[in-house]
């Protein structure tokens, strides 16, 4: 019979694995919330890109260090983030997330007065930081508040609010950082010396816009968080004076983790995917603007919004479809028909490429959050949970890896075929999900759907 913890008088009573006997739902929404709020950040990135492009007269490979930055920050902090949330808690992790979080968007302040690239590259992996912190702690985290069973649904109930952090970002930062300038390569094409200068410096006072209401948003969520009081939902051993919280080292745990051939494919998983997510949005406002005529700045940004819709509703329709059917068999389905909507995103010579492009985010929908609690369920001893979480966090650094290597290829020959990077991580991750839905059917009873 498995210990419990005494923590009934808030509403829930947690159990020795970590899990909760029932959701305390308040809680579990305010973490939940949390979610939208890195997606903001992310699609923010594809905007500056764009921006920093012109302003700074950056190639494409140059540009590839925002996603450097930002997702650099995710893979430095990641192990951090676990050991602060095994000798504290995952509230004082989240915490220190949001005031990450806040300091990076302040630093956008007199980024825009510096107007370098490399301190704007600082001001973004500030905000990583604090992203990493956030990312490695929520998303455990929201699969442990409640029962063992329905881990899965509640990290991807949670991962499903991420698209619409997305659209949020995009859409502040078409109308606030684009506005009317209409198209800034354009603009900028015959200024040269100090009116370039002060045109650029003005652009980039643009970028502040959409950061002020963040920083509203976020300090609000502080407060709110700081008062509420929160579970623990960490793994709890008997020991002769009782029940006291396993803390393995760091050392033991990855020497654990390290022998799990799954999760070790769960990580390459993950890294290849968040690495094809992030170049595809990172080059589809690009893309359109190549192969559209006359497409304004802000026209094309219209296209990541219709990304993050269609991711939107990738994962609507991926978490009905996983509760009626395997969960491994429906991401391989899904994989499959990613991997055929970039074929024809790199080799379609008109607008239609740029729709493929969008198709291909419905496609997305449900990978990160599944792949997630996939490498989550193949370790069983719980008490490694938190730096199991860290390493699938750190995988993120893909995001900064392959949006280069797409940048290098497109510089060496154009940006259509460049999309030739994301399809095969795409068909990379569909080989890994035959092969967990062929292990899955040798091993029914690991099945945790």
């Not at 990978?367 to 750190?394: C, R, S």
Request: charged letters at 15%; a neutral charge.
């Amino acid at each position: 019979m498995e210990a419990k913890t005494v923590e009934s008088k808030h509403g829930w009573t947690q159990l020795s694995d970590g899990y909760l006997s029932k959701t305390p739902i308040f809680q579990f929404i305010l973490v939940c919330l949390i979610f939208p709020m890195w997606g903001a950040a992310a699609s923010l990135n594809d905007i500056l890109i764009t921006q920093f492009k012109t302003v700074f007269m950056l190639n494409d490979a140059a540009t590839a260090f925002v996603q450097s930055a930002f997702y650099g920050g995710y893979f430095l902090i990641a192990i951090p983030a676990s050991l602060v949330i095994k000798k504290l808690s995952y509230k004082f992790a989240i915490m220190i997330g949001l005031i990450a979080y806040i300091i990076g968007c302040a630093l956008f302040f007199p980024a825009s007065q510096v107007a370098t690239y490399g301190m704007f590259l600082a001001s973004i992996f500030a905000i990583a930081i604090g992203l990493s912190f956030l990312e490695t702690s929520c998303e455990t985290y929201s699969s442990m508040l409640g029962p063992k069973e329905s881990a899965n649904f509640r990290i991807n109930f949670a991962g499903t609010l991420v698209p619409l952090g997305d659209i949020l970002g995009i859409v502040l930062g078409k109308y606030l950082i684009f506005g009317t300038v209409g198209n800034l390569s354009e603009k900028m094409a015959n200024m040269h010396g100090a009116e370039r200068v002060a045109y650029g410096e003005k652009m980039l006072q643009l970028t502040l816009r959409p950061y002020k209401y963040i920083l509203i948003v976020l300090i609000v969520m502080l407060v709110i968080l700081a008062l509420t009081p929160m579970p623990s939902a960490k793994a709890v051993a008997q020991t002769t004076e009782g029940e006291k919280e396993e803390k393995p080292s760091l050392g033991e745990t990855f020497r654990y983790l390290i022998k799990n051939a799954r999760f070790r494919k769960a990580i390459v998983a993950q890294f290849v995917y968040v690495g094809m997510q992030t170049t595809v949005w990172s080059f589809t406002i690009r893309l359109a603007l190549n192969l559209g005529d006359h497409l304004t700045d802000s026209a094309a940004s219209t296209f990541m919004i219709y990304s993050y819709v269609a991711w939107f509703a990738g994962k609507v329709v991926a978490n009905f479809l996983m509760n009626r059917f395997s969960i491994t068999k429906v991401l391989a389905f899904y994989s499959v028909f990613g991997t055929i909507a970039l074929i024809l995103t790199m080799s379609i010579p008109n607008m239609t490429a740029v729709i493929m492009a969008i198709a291909a985010s419905f496609f997305f929908g449900p990978q990160w959050p599944t792949i997630y609690a996939h490498a989550l369920d193949t370790v069983t001893d719980k008490k490694y949970n938190e730096t199991a979480g860290a390493f699938v966090v750190m995988a993120i650094v893909g995001g900064a890896v392959v949006p280069a290597i797409q940048g290098a290829v497109s510089d060496m020959t154009n940006m259509q075929f460049s999309f030739i990077v994301p399809m095969l991580c795409f068909l990379f991750v569909t080989v890994y999900w035959f092969l967990e839905n062929r292990y899955d059917q040798k091993h029914p009873e690991a099945v945790t759907e």
